[in-house]
């Protein structure tokens, strides 16, 4: 029972120092535009049977029922991806948007190994970059190009006076007397949130559909322009709470004691057990 003992502490204690890693994500993207939070949650390990005898000679003597299981430890559930609006706040910067509706995300292009793919974000830090044909493209702070309705890149002729973002997404551009939507950004609504996979940058991407048994549609669907809410000169802020990330971190390094504690004297146990048996 000791060896048991050891290897539930030890179990445990991977375990816990994955959900501190999560909380230690999260504690770092605080200031994060567009972040969201990922929560963990626990659940206990039932999976092993412990001398599950059916022949009745060999289980004379014992004290339990056949087929009896033990845990052994603790292991993360799941991890949920949290869409909770963060508070957005002003920056008085054109190209800064925030999304109003908590499963909105924009698409961006990022080039790949396997080519160029399509991800979402909920970070609306954008800007104009110069490119050929003197033309100027909408992307990403990391530079990648923020894709339209139709898919595509959006690139506006240089030379315009002004331009203004409008709640639906649409860019409306001035040149003398003249103003027109020359294009319109690309939003997305996540119907199954938890099934996004997470990748660099603070982005998303969609999983394997055809091993999941899924259509894209069923997991994003495009957003019509009367369902959409965009404010430009505005950023949403990350919606982790960092009270209740410092709360949890406590908790965690706690139970990483305990089970350190609980390892050491299990060994101890083991140890005078040997030195009696000498």
């Not at 029972?1 to 375990?15: D, F, H, I, K, L």
């Not at 060999?58 to 004290?63: H, L, N, S």
């Not at 190994?113 to 493209?137: H, I, K, W």
């Amino acid at each position: 029972m000791v060896n048991r003992a050891m290897m539930q502490s030890a179990v445990t204690m991977g375990q816990v120092q994955r959900k501190l890693d999560i909380i230690g994500q999260n504690i770092s993207n605080a200031n994060t535009a567009g972040y969201k939070s990922r929560q963990a949650d626990f659940t206990s390990l039932l999976t092993q049977n412990i001398d599950n005898l059916k022949d009745k000679e060999a289980a004379v003597g014992r004290r339990t029922p056949d087929g009896i299981r033990l845990g052994s430890g603790a292991r993360l559930g799941h991890t949920n991806l949290d869409l909770k609006q963060g508070t957005v706040r002003t920056t008085d910067r054109e190209l800064d948007l925030a999304l109003l509706k908590e499963r909105h995300l924009f698409r961006v292009q990022v080039p790949t190994e396997a080519g160029n793919e399509t991800q979402y974000t909920r970070a609306g830090n954008f800007y104009f970059s110069p490119v050929e044909n003197d033309q100027l493209l909408l992307t990403t702070g990391e530079g990648h190009p923020v894709l339209g309705d139709d898919g595509e890149e959006i690139r506006l002729d240089n030379g315009f006076d002004d331009f203004t973002i409008r709640g639906d997404g649409s860019i409306s551009v001035k040149r003398g007397d003249r103003e027109e939507t020359e294009a319109s950004i690309g939003i997305a609504e996540a119907i199954r949130p938890p099934m996004l996979e997470e990748t660099e940058g603070n982005r998303f991407r969609l999983p394997d559909t055809e091993a999941l048994g899924f259509n894209e549609e069923e997991i994003l669907a495009a957003v019509e322009n009367e369902d959409r809410s965009v404010r430009s000169n505005s950023l949403e802020a990350s919606n982790v709470d960092t009270g209740q990330q410092m709360t949890g971190m406590l908790q965690m390094q706690r139970a990483y004691q305990f089970n350190t504690r609980a390892l050491s004297t299990s060994d101890e146990m083991m140890g005078l057990v040997n030195q009696l048996r000498s």
